[in-house]
Nanobody
Framework: QVQLVESGGGLVQAGGSLSLSCAAS????????MGWYRQAPGKQRELVAT???????NYADSVKGRFTISRDGAKNTVWLQMNSLKPEDTAVYYC?????????????????WGQGTQVTVSS
């Protein structure tokens, strides 16, 4: 059973930094693209950043230059370093991963989500 476990959220003042991590485990053959999304109260979930298995990254315009996504393929872990945080970054942050696993008969690829971690930036 594939699971994504996140950690690292919390409360920080505007201008501060936080780092999030997400580890995938459980019957994994390969972790493909990984990413971070966020959902603020009353808003739809939105993309923050993604990273492919080869290390190519993509960022939302709102976080470019402030957030950095990285991963360790051997540990199936992805991080999000968030600097110069703003109150509008306040949201629940979710880890996302495309995972290929052995179902016993064939290899299947499915998308998984973490449980979410709260990030609150005070002004």
């Amino acid at each position: 059973q594939v699971q994504l476990v996140e950690s690292g959220g919390g409360l920080v003042q505007a201008g501060g930094s936080l780092s999030l991590s997400c580890a995938a485990s459980g019957g994994i053959f390969k972790v493909n693209a990984m990413g971070w999304y966020r959902q603020a109260p009353g808003k739809q979930r939105e993309l923050v950043a993604t990273i492919t298995s080869s290390g190519s990254t993509n960022y939302a315009d709102s976080v470019k230059g402030r957030f950095t996504i990285s991963r360790d393929g051997a540990k199936n872990t992805v991080w999000l370093q968030m600097n110069s945080l703003k109150p509008e970054d306040t949201a629940v942050y979710y880890c996302d991963a495309s995972v290929t696993y052995d179902s016993g008969a064939v290899y299947l690829t499915e998308n998984y989500w973490g449980q979410g971690t709260q990030v609150t930036v005070s002004s």
